[in-house]
Nanobody, 122 residues
């Protein structure tokens, strides 16, 4: 059974940093895409960043480009989202997800974690 487990969320002041982690288990993800999404109260789930599981290409949403970095620890099958220069509008529940398509759309991802809350105070 596939499990994606996020951690690292919390409360931070604007301008601060957080590092989220996503631990994956349960299958071989070699040809999959790892995506990060977020959802603020009353809003739709928003694409944040993605990368090929085997390494190489990455892609970021316009609102986080230059501030967030996606990376992986292949030995531990764990992904990270380093978030710098955080803004109040970055507040939301952050999810990692895995799917077979290079996509911005949540429906294209098969497996999801439970989410971790990030709150940025002004």
């Amino acid at each position: 059974q596939v499990h994606l487990v996020e951690s690292g969320g919390g409360l931070v002041q604007a301008g601060g940093s957080l590092r989220l982690s996503c631990a994956a288990s349960g299958r071989t993800f070699g040809s999959y895409v790892l995506g990060w999404f977020r959802q603020a109260p009353g809003k739709e789930r928003e694409f944040v960043a993605r990368a090929w599981w085997g390494g190489g290409r990455t892609y970021y949403g316009d609102s986080v480009k230059g501030r967030f970095t996606i990376s992986s620890d292949n030995v531990k099958n764990t992904w990270h989202l380093q978030m710098n220069s955080l803004k109040p509008e970055d507040t939301g529940v952050y999810y990692c997800a895995a799917g077979p398509h290079w996509s911005d759309y949540p429906d294209d991802y098969d497996y999801w974690g439970q989410g971790t809350q990030v709150t940025v105070s002004s």
